[in-house]
């Protein structure tokens, strides 16, 4: 990215659209509004577009009610979209990854500029700020700020934005993307107003009673594959709607197989009769490459250890696939 164009960009007051990927997790909901306090602040007319709804344990994030959900007014946001100057990209780095804003974003005449941190990214931008090593686009966004030399301008507002994408991105900082320059950025963020307690309570001790019993479920479900040091949780829709399942209700799920000793890979896979598909959570220990593995069998793609896909099959069938296909990684997981 070319820095100096890119903060001349910014000298004159903008238009700006911040979007993240559909089904937007912490890190694009902390980025998109960590980035959108920030522009605001320095005179730039900003709106965050998601392309549909997100968990309810996001909703409280510091400018979430500011944010316009495509899937519910799309009249609103398309006609943001048209009139934007700039269009920033965060945590996607292709457009199809936008859902059904795709096709308003590719007729955009605006300059978009990506920060992301995922592999393989599109052409499309015109300023691209791409680090598959980063441990999250919160941090790249801190990172975006100091370049721009306005680290001053980081409020308590915008550090807990960016603390929370952090948090949520690295597994509450236990993943190997978690450098010690992600942990200075940390400390900078709590000198700078956030309260890392009450954020860690915010995300991760809300849940409901059905939510628990769905965890139950997951367990139930836990089967483990010794021979491929593998692990796997199903959810049929059933389960789902027997628990009043609700969007982010099954987060972190995936991570209970990798917990157990020995585990190299873990999935879970979660039936949604509305999309006709099947989704799939992925995470690995070590050299394993889950971002591989999901490009080549379920359509997906990610990070080296996190990664996500679909598949048309049945739920079963989805499984039974998954199953055939450990033979050829049998050394890859025994290593």
């Not at 000198?191 to 809300?206: F, K, L, P, Q, V």
């Not at 609700?246 to 999309?275: H, M």
């Not at 591989?292 to 379920?298: G, K, L, T, V």
């Not at 080296?304 to 989805?318: F, I, R, Y």
């Amino acid at each position: 990215m070319d820095v100096k164009e890119v903060k001349e960009l910014l000298n004159s007051s903008k238009k700006i659209i911040i979007t993240a990927h559909k089904n937007p997790d912490g890190d694009a909901i902390g980025s998109s509004l960590a980035l959108y306090h920030y522009l605001n602040g320095i005179g730039h007319d900003v709106t965050v577009i998601m392309p549909n709804e997100y968990p309810e344990f996001l909703k409280w994030i510091p400018g979430e009610h500011t944010i316009i959900k495509f899937s519910m007014d799309t009249e609103i946001a398309t006609t943001k979209i048209q009139e934007a100057d700039l269009i920033f990209t965060l945590d996607y780095n292709h457009l199809s990854r936008s859902g059904d804003m795709e096709e308003t974003l590719q007729k955009s005449e605006a300059t978009f500029i990506m920060i992301d941190h995922h592999q393989q990214p599109d052409s499309y931008p015109t300023y691209m700020y791409s680090d598959t090593d980063m441990s999250s686009t919160c941090q790249m966004i801190y990172h975006f700020i100091e370049k721009l030399e306005d680290l001053s301008q980081i409020t308590a507002e915008i550090a807990t934005c960016i603390y929370i994408g952090i948090m949520t991105d690295t597994g509450s900082f236990r993943f190997r993307s978690t450098t010690s320059t992600t942990h200075r950025v940390l400390a900078d963020l709590i000198d700078r107003g956030a309260d890392n307690t009450s954020i860690h309570e915010s995300i991760y001790d809300t849940n409901t009673l059905s939510r628990l019993q769905l965890k139950g479920v997951a367990l139930k479900n836990l089967k483990v594959l010794p021979d491929y040091n593998t692990a796997y949780i199903t959810m049929s829709q059933k389960e789902l709607d027997t628990h009043n399942f609700k969007k982010g209700d099954t987060e972190g799920f995936v991570n209970l197989g990798l917990s157990i000793q020995g585990i190299k890979l873990a999935l879970i896979f979660i039936e949604n009769k509305n999309e006709g598909i099947i989704k799939i959570s992925l995470r690995s220990k070590g050299d394993f490459s889950v971002n591989e593995f999901s490009r080549n069998h379920f359509e997906g793609g990610g990070h080296h250890n996190a990664s996500g896909g679909k598949s048309n099959l049945s739920l079963a069938d989805t499984v039974d696939k998954f199953i055939s296909i450990l033979p050829s990684y049998k050394n890859a997981l025994d290593q």
